[in-house]
């Protein structure tokens, strides 16, 4: 099969998906495991600087607890999620979630940072075995008239995860120590399995058989992926005098050196680990851009945001904290009624609408007046979460459903690199804003709300091209 085929002729939908308690549990299974990812990838941050005095270091060596995390996670997306393509995404998953359980208990032993890093890293690779095939399982379980719905529930849990992880470590931080963060992984884990193995749907029937996976393709991989990560931590942790900037160049040539390699030997291949022939259909190339700028716009603001309301605004870091949290509870809320109208309404134009009021958000908390009521801060949090609820669900089923079924792993894999990738970009263009307005008040958070909106235009400017069909209404 040549490449521009698998482009232009999808394999035929799964068309039916699973039915009542199996769909259930299946889900289940998958809401679980995506929930545990989450809170602890937002939990880890409040424990840093209990780490740095229980050890005695200086807190800067302390980010690479979650770096360690990150790097590994982005880095085995896509290879994991070919993995999926071949043995099946009910493999990658379970065995994603044992190694991210029994990593837990490593870092909850931790003696050291070094041991307690490598831990993280090991959880990192457990997580993106779980979380690159996720929007296939889910493609699996619904039936394709019901999929947004499934979309839309994975959203409602990542954005109730999001804002649940700061408020649990802060709980469990203020009577124990950090290591009880990790003490209910291991068990959530095996149920996770325990059930997964029951519950996850088989691979499909007939999925045709495919080369196996090059080692030096994985190899270059991690390269190109984990060097640009480091060039845009180092970027984002930039300071007058320092050599970060040169360290950034040298990790950005390494990765771009290794990258043009791997994408030379990937343009060879019928069914790239990076997978370029998706990247042929429009429509997914479209919501893969949409992505990118949607996340790089929420990162961008959910950094700034705390800056904003804190240091300008003179508000406590609790008040502060529950204002924030009306953005991801107008997400859980929206989210779903939007996943019911996905494939009636076109994804292009809920995601057009949906980053039109993200970025009038965003702009609206740019112009918040000095000493504005509680009021006048939630509904300006609420518009953003709504509107990134509008584009999320339509734009993830998009990128999920424009794959052929067989590639349904590649296409997930896709979407979390989307995710991490614009969460890169963002932290570095805030980054930019703090060294551009050094020592103003309010400036740099001001103009980073600005920069904010207008990713999120950008967003709504590659969503608005795509040309999705509109499915039939559902017989009642």
């Known amino acids: 099969m040549s490449l521009s085929t698998v482009s232009a002729t999808p394999a035929p939908e799964a068309p039916d998906g699973m039915q009542g308690r199996a769909r259930q549990l299946a889900m289940a299974v998958i809401v679980c495991g995506l929930m545990l990812c989450v809170l602890d990838s937002t939990m880890l941050n409040l424990a840093l600087p209990q780490m740095a005095r229980q050890w005695q270091i200086d807190p800067a060596y302390t ?34 979630m044992l190694v991210f359980g029994l990593a837990s208990v490593l870092a909850a032993l931790a003696p050291s940072l070094p041991w307690l890093i490598v831990a993280r890293a090991l959880q990192g690779m457990g997580m993106a075995g779980a979380l690159c095939v996720n929007g296939a399982l889910v493609r699996q379980i ?4 019901l999929l947004g719905q499934g979309m839309a ?8 995860s999001t804002v649940t992880g700061p408020v649990l470590a802060a709980a469990v931080l203020t009577q124990f120590d950090w290591r009880w963060l990790f003490s209910l992984h291991l068990l959530l884990s095996l149920w996770v399995c325990w059930l997964g193995r029951k519950a996850l749907p088989p691979p499909h029937a007939g999925r045709a058989a495919q080369a196996g996976l090059s080692w030096l393709d994985v ?17 984002s942790h930039y300071q007058p005098g320092a050599a970060s900037l040169a360290w950034a160049g040298l990790w950005l040539a390494l990765g771009l050196a290794a990258g043009c390699w791997y994408v030379r030997r990937q343009k060879r291949q019928t069914q790239p680990m990076l997978p370029l022939d998706l990247l042929r259909i429009p429509v997914f190339a479209l919501s893969m851009g949409a992505s990118i700028s949607a996340f790089s716009a929420q990162t961008m603001a959910f950094l700034a945001l705390p800056f904003l309301l804190i240091e300008t605004h003179g508000l406590s870091t609790g008040r502060a904290g529950l204002l924030i949290s009306a953005w991801p509870v107008a ?9 019911r109208r996905i494939g009636r309404i076109p994804a292009g134009r809920l995601g057009a609408m949906g980053m039109v009021l993200f970025a009038s958000g965003l702009w609206a908390l740019a112009l918040l007046p000095i000493g504005a009521v509680v009021w006048d801060v939630a509904w300006r949090m609420a518009l953003c979460g709504a509107g990134f609820a509008m584009f999320q669900s339509p734009n993830n089923h998009t990128i999920v459903t424009s794959a052929p ?10 979407l979390g690199s989307a995710r991490h990738t614009g969460q890169g970009l963002g932290a570095v263009c805030l980054a930019a804003c703090f060294v551009l307005w ?36 559902l017989p009642r």
């Open 63 to 96: 980010l690479w607890v979650v770096n360690a995390n990150q790097i590994a996670s982005l880095v085995l997306l896509l290879p994991l999620a070919a993995l999926g393509d071949r043995l099946g995404y009910k493999r990658v998953y379970l065995w994603g």
């Open 142 to 145: 619904y039936p394709r008239g």
């Open 153 to 160: 529930l994975n959203s409602m849990v990542v954005a109730l």
């Open 219 to 235: 190899g270059l991989n991690v390269l190109m992926f984990g060097a640009i990560f480091l060039a845009l931590d180092r970027i």
């Open 331 to 339: 997400l859980a809320v929206v989210a779903p009624l939007v996943g």
């Open 405 to 414: 079924v067989h590639r349904s792993g590649a296409a997930s894999g896709m």
């Open 438 to 473: 050094p020592g103003t008040e309010g400036l740099a958070e001001q103009r980073a709300m600005w920069l904010a909106g207008g990713f999120a235009v950008l967003a709504a400017c590659f969503s608005g091209l795509r040309h999705t069909p509109v499915a039939p209404p």
